[in-house]
């Protein structure tokens, strides 16, 4: 990886699914080398022998992970990564009338990384381990999803045929929903199954409770008085079956991603750092390593980091005007798990929980008030990456009465004077 004084050539890499092209200029903006290559192993030897006459190369890509970036860091090149919307205002300088093509993208890249990679951030790349951690959260979350998605499809479908069973149960994300479907898939296989088999079926499950069980035996025994005709139960009981199979196999499938996860965990070097956060306990503190990182070099300043998790508002001033609005343009994985990180950092934090409250009272929605607690809190971990020290409760709260915080004045009211 190069410094930026020592770099002499720059080249915009404008990638795709199966081919990228490249532009490389001179420290005069002229265009030196420009070709087009697959992403394959051939490919990718003629972009190092393309590239092997410029010692002092650095990257310009539109993007910060992926396929390229992987293949480009692998290769040992200094990647800058530029964003989406920057990148499109570096194209329309080279072309306002709105022409666009992939071989003007690489062009404005590598004239943008000439221009301004100054102040750009080098891409630095994490250690092997962090990477693996960063992309089994990233996947996990996104089978989460995909639950999510089978669910609302299964509560869909249900909704079409077979109500009882909707009413009978809140929750559908939990496993022994999708194991009543498959042990019922009709209302009249569940009237005719029979009291007996309700009631083993409930307390299998841990699912007994004496306020519950009689309205659900009484749903159960009249399951087949409000239904949909024959056709519909029919052909909507097997996607039924079908979503509920599906559903247990995700479900396995995380089981296996949530092992992986906190063994990673476990044996990473900053586990106890991430692992004395409140609130994170075994799911969000993995979550936190892998978005955040463990070098903060990467970002220089809490300030970037808050920006980049999108906790740190995006301001507009122009003349008397002058007004904040939310910062979406940022890395959407840290900011889910800041936001769900923050809501159970204040139930286990006495400031934590001041803090929000004196931001709902002024008026903020509850997630506005979680994205400023998040605010505070990506300021204390980026301390504690530099120091590398866990959280402490304790020096926290020194730091707090030192500073005289005014949160720690919400957690410790003063005394009523009483007259004497």
Not at 38 to 55: I, P
Not at 279 to 290: E, I, N, Q, S, Y
Not at 312 to 330: D, F, H, L, M, T
Request: hydrophobic share 40%.
């Amino acid at each position: 990886m190069k410094p930026w004084p020592e770099i002499t050539h720059y080249a915009g890499f404008d990638w795709a699914k199966d081919h990228h092209e490249v532009v490389i200029v001179d420290s005069k903006g002229e265009i030196v080398a420009d070709f087009v290559f697959d992403h394959s192993l051939e490919g990718w030897q003629r972009m190092v022998k393309e590239t092997s006459a410029f010692a002092n190369l650095a990257v310009a890509i539109e993007t910060s992970q992926g396929a390229a970036v992987d293949q480009l860091l692998q290769r040992q090149y200094t990647v800058y990564p530029i964003h989406a919307v920057a990148a499109q205002s570096y194209r329309q300088r080279k072309a306002p009338s709105g022409t666009k093509t992939d071989h003007l993208d690489a062009w404005g890249l590598a004239d943008a990384l000439r221009v301004d990679g100054h102040g750009w951030k080098v891409l630095q790349p994490m250690d092997p381990l962090t990477q693996q951690l960063r992309l089994l959260c990233r996947d996990e979350v996104a089978l989460i999803q995909q639950r999510t998605t089978l669910v609302n499809q299964l509560q869909q479908a249900l909704a079409e045929y077979y109500p009882a069973a909707l009413e009978a149960f809140d929750d559908w994300t939990d496993a022994f929903t999708w194991e009543f479907v498959l042990a019922f898939p009709t209302p009249q296989a569940l009237v005719k199954a029979g009291k007996r088999r309700w009631e083993k079926f409930l307390h299998t499950h841990k699912l007994w409770r004496p306020e519950t069980a009689q309205r659900r035996l009484k749903l159960f025994s009249q399951a087949d008085q409000f239904q949909a005709s024959d056709p519909i139960v029919r052909a909507k009981s097997q996607l039924a079956v079908s979503l509920a199979r599906l559903l247990r196999t995700l479900r396995e499938q995380l089981e296996l991603y949530r092992k992986e996860i906190e063994v990673l965990f476990k044996n990473h070097p900053d586990h106890d750092l991430f692992g004395s956060l409140p609130g994170a306990k075994k799911v969000l503190a993995p979550r936190l390593l892998a978005a955040i990182g463990t070098n903060p070099e990467r970002y220089g300043s809490h300030e970037v980091l808050q920006c980049i998790a999108g906790t740190a508002p995006v301001s507009y001033q122009s003349g008397k005007i002058n007004k904040v609005r939310v910062r979406w343009a940022c890395d959407k994985f840290l900011r889910h798990t800041v936001h769900l990180w923050a809501d159970c950092f204040r139930k286990a934090s006495a400031w934590g929980q001041a803090y929000y409250e004196k931001k709902r009272a002024e008026g903020m929605s509850h997630a506005c008030s979680l994205r400023c607690l998040g605010q505070r809190l990506l300021k204390i971990v980026f301390r504690m990456l530099k120091d590398k020290k866990p959280y402490d409760a304790e020096f926290h709260a020194c730091n707090q009465q030192k500073h005289g915080s005014w949160v720690l004045k919400l957690v410790n009211p003063p005394a009523p004077k009483t007259s004497e």
